[in-house]
């Protein structure tokens, strides 16, 4: 089965910073990826799929890149609204295996 | 408005079954392929299970094969989880999620004697 990481699993920036995490697959997934925010006791909300496309209602300062095994998520100015943990997962194919998170924090 | 509503949570004693619902609204039910994931306490996402929109293809992550089986009712626009053999790491809130991203509030799942 295709393995994704996550990095960093946890970061600490400044209000006003760009964030970037990273997942990569263990095998190519071409553009299916999608990215998941989950705030403190809430459940996961879609931000990003097919690995770049906003779902819709999500601020444009979230971005989303990469095809194959390689995938980022940016964050072009952090908010304090953007406390979370962000999760990718693959799903051109069983299992929809997730990342295994990144928690973001404000410094 | 899409509304997906789980229930059939619970404490179960290790070993026992326990059989989680999802019910649907809002959305043409039949047309949708159907995931449960799972969160255990404190930890992160696990993708449990998907059935395709007819219910002819069915598909488990590892960790639940042979013990964990989905299914739908399209009539009713429910798809369960029928889990036996349950294991203390089985503890977790189960959610079921469409696949446009929709997902319930979800379920506990207490495994424990």
């Known amino acids: 089965d295709i393995q994704m990481t996550q990095s960093p699993s946890s970061l600490s920036a400044s209000v006003g910073d760009r964030v970037t995490i990273t997942c990569r697959a263990s095998?190519?997934?071409?553009?299916?990826l999608a990215w998941y925010q989950q705030k403190p006791g809430k459940v996961p909300k879609l931000l990003i799929y097919?690995?770049?496309t906003l779902q819709s209602g999500v601020p444009s300062r979230f971005s989303g890149s990469g095809s194959g095994t390689d995938f980022s998520l940016t964050i072009s100015s952090l908010q304090p609204e953007d406390v979370a943990t962000y999760y990718c997962?693959?799903?051109?194919?069983?299992?929809?295996?997730f990342g295994g998170g990144t928690k973001v924090e404000i410094k | 408005q899409l509304h997906l509503v789980e229930s059939g949570g619970g404490v179960v004693q290790p070993g026992r079954s326990l059989r989680l619902s999802c019910a649907a609204s809002?959305?043409?039910?039949?047309?949708?392929?159907l995931h449960w994931v799972r969160q255990a306490p404190g930890k992160g996402l696990e993708w449990v299970a998907v059935?395709?929109?007819?219910?002819?293809?069915?598909f488990y992550a590892d960790s639940v094969k042979g013990r964990f089986t989905i299914s739908r009712d399209n009539s009713k626009n429910t798809v369960y989880l029928q889990m036996n053999s349950l294991r203390a790491e089985d503890t977790a809130v189960y959610h079921c999620?469409?696949?446009?991203?929709?997902w319930g509030q979800g379920t506990l799942v207490t495994v424990s004697s």
């Open positions: 809002g959305f043409t039910f039949s047309s949708y392929a």
């Open positions: 097919a690995a770049s």
């Open positions: 095998q190519g997934i071409s553009n299916y």
């Open positions: 999620a469409e696949t446009s991203g929709n």
């Open positions: 059935i395709s929109y007819d219910g002819s293809n069915k």
């Open positions: 997962q693959k799903y051109n194919s069983a299992p929809h295996t």
